[in-house]
């Protein structure tokens, strides 16, 4: 099995030999078997040396993590495979974290402060009393009439305001939140 590097420049190195062949025009390629695909990576021989520089082979994206690899060799028009097996492609850079979480309750605690506070003089307890007024409808509706629009007690005046969307549904608002009917509520304005 030969070993690969992802994140390391990688070079094939073999010694080799050729009988009755030149290395001078000797053509050297070494392939790599991916997911269905295949690269091919070109060296060159000197001094009985193949040298096959491969880069780092993160980038290949389709590289298996164990694939196939094979050497070959052309010489004098002759297809030599002088070397066949298996790669293991890892990292030579690894980082693990394990996350500890902390137990539910601490053995002991780290920091302990304890703050030594003036003890208050008593007052004398004061309940508040909070009275809720019940207001009448019909004088917050004639109220807000007179505050937010021009009516002037006339039918025609009444009309022309509930004709604006924010002015009918206040008057809305109000009658449904006291259960009151629109017609009624409508008339005793007009009084």
């Given at each position: 099995?030969?070993?690969?590097?992802?994140?390391?420049?990688?070079?094939?190195?073999?010694?080799?030999?050729?009988?009755?062949?030149?290395?001078?025009?000797?053509?050297?390629?070494?392939?790599?078997?991916?997911?269905?695909?295949?690269?091919?990576?070109?060296?060159?021989?000197?001094?009985g040396k193949?040298?096959?520089?491969?880069?780092?082979?993160?980038?290949?994206?389709?590289?298996?993590e164990s694939?196939?690899?094979?050497?070959?060799?052309?010489?004098?028009?002759?297809?030599?495979?002088?070397?066949?097996?298996?790669?293991?492609?890892?990292?030579?850079?690894?980082?693990?974290?394990?996350?500890?979480?902390?137990?539910?309750?601490?053995?002991?605690?780290?920091?302990?402060?304890?703050?030594?506070?003036?003890?208050?003089?008593?007052?004398?307890?004061?309940?508040?009393?909070?009275?809720?007024?019940?207001?009448?409808?019909?004088?917050?509706?004639?109220?807000?009439?007179?505050?937010?629009?021009?009516?002037?007690?006339?039918?025609?005046?009444?009309?022309?305001?509930?004709?604006?969307?924010?002015?009918?549904?206040?008057?809305?608002?109000?009658?449904?939140?006291?259960?009151?009917?629109?017609?009624?509520?409508?008339?005793?304005?007009?009084?």
């Amino acid at each position: 099995m030969y070993r690969l590097l992802k994140d390391k420049n990688n070079e094939f190195l073999c010694e080799i030999k050729l009988e009755g062949a030149s290395t001078k025009d000797a053509k050297v390629r070494l392939f790599l078997q991916g997911d269905e695909c295949e690269y091919a990576f070109h060296g060159k021989i000197e001094e009985g040396k193949c040298i096959v520089p491969l880069g780092k082979l993160k980038k290949f994206a389709n590289l298996l993590e164990s694939g196939k690899i094979r050497l070959e060799v052309i010489a004098d028009d002759t297809w030599f495979v002088p070397y066949e097996s298996e790669y293991q492609l890892e990292q030579e850079k690894r980082v693990t974290v394990e996350v500890l979480q902390p137990g539910s309750t601490p053995s002991k605690p780290l920091v302990e402060v304890k703050v030594q506070e003036p003890v208050p003089t008593p007052r004398p307890q004061v309940k508040p009393t909070i009275k809720a007024e019940k207001k009448n409808p019909i004088t917050e509706i004639k109220k807000y009439l007179k505050e937010n629009t021009n009516f002037n007690g006339t039918p025609n005046s009444l009309k022309s305001v509930i004709q604006k969307k924010e002015h009918r549904y206040y008057i809305n608002a109000i009658c449904e939140s006291n259960r009151l009917d629109k017609l009624a509520v409508l008339k005793q304005i007009l009084k």
